[in-house]
């Protein structure tokens, strides 16, 4: 874990030196693009409006994250056990990935307003699929000689199912929540640039429109911020939940 936050801060003050040496070498105008003196002053003198925003998006991501990812739990576990839905559900999630989150959410905004219930909507519908397809894929790929073990020893569906698909998937499940921890932010500020009166999405497109380049790059540095919080705190999560799992690096090692 240490060592994981020393690689993050190091790539970070690389992308920082990158970013300012071009500015420095190209001489592009601030009002394009900012140093990151110039993002941190924008940051600092706008902490109010900044945090005020922020608390917005936060709040649509976290309630986003917690229904979708209850929903789409449920949702993989009602495939695991329905061959209906299966037949129905499926070619429709499959069907519902072709259209651009985009498309989608100036309808979610006519219908539900401009608050925030339309901003946690197009949250839900972001994370809903990854959540579904990781954590159904590993309900259906529980060790065989477990499941004819359990057939043998007379284990009725939905006792199998809790004991021993469940546990066996959580795993994948961990997968998904630290994958809707990375688009659930995005969701949130999609439903805002659609149409808001709040948030850092809000925000962004009021500083552009207002050539506040600075002020721009700062919201989105909150919010890629409180994106990487939000992931590290998943997937400590998704640890803790399978932590009879023992995860292994790139070379195989535990």
């Given at each position: 874990m240490?060592?994981?936050f020393?690689d ?6 690389a ?5 300012q ?13 900012p ?13 109010a409006?900044?945090?005020?925003n922020?608390?917005?998006?936060i ?9 979708g ?16 839905a ?6 429709l ?6 259209i ?18 339309s ?22 790929r ?9 057939r043998?020893?007379?284990?009725t ?6 004991r021993?698909r469940?546990p066996?998937a959580l ?6 929540l ?5 688009y ?14 709040k948030?850092?999405?809000y925000l ?9 380049v ?27 939940m ?13």
């Amino acid at each position: 874990m240490k060592s994981r936050f020393i690689d993050g801060l190091l790539s970070a003050c690389a992308a920082l030196a990158l970013w300012q040496a071009v500015v420095w070498l190209t001489g592009v105008p601030s009002f394009i693009l900012p140093g990151p003196a110039d993002v941190l002053t924008a940051l600092i003198n706008n902490r109010a409006l900044i945090a005020e925003n922020a608390g917005t998006t936060i709040i649509e991501v976290l309630i986003g994250l917690v229904l979708g990812a209850a929903i789409g739990g449920a949702t993989a576990l009602h495939l695991m056990v329905s061959p209906m839905a299966r037949r129905l559900l499926l070619p429709l999630m499959v069907f519902s990935q072709a259209i651009p989150i985009f498309a989608l959410a100036p309808i979610l905004t006519l219908w539900l307003g401009y608050g925030i219930a339309s901003k946690i909507a197009v949250t839900i519908l972001m994370i809903f699929f990854p959540v579904v397809s990781t954590f159904y894929d590993g309900l259906r790929r529980t060790d065989p000689g477990l499941l004819d073990l359990a057939r043998t020893m007379g284990a009725t569906p939905t006792s199998t199912l809790l004991r021993l698909r469940l546990p066996a998937a959580l795993p994948a499940f961990g997968s998904g929540l630290r994958l809707a921890a990375v688009y659930a932010p995005i969701g949130a500020v999609v439903g805002e640039w659609v149409g808001a009166s709040k948030g850092l999405g809000y925000l962004m497109l009021l500083a552009n429109g207002r050539a506040k380049v600075d002020l721009m790059f700062a919201a989105l540095f909150v919010l890629a911020a409180f994106t990487v919080l939000l992931h590290a705190v998943t997937s400590a999560a998704a640890r803790r939940m399978a932590s009879w799992s023992k995860e292994t690096d790139e070379s195989g090692s535990a």
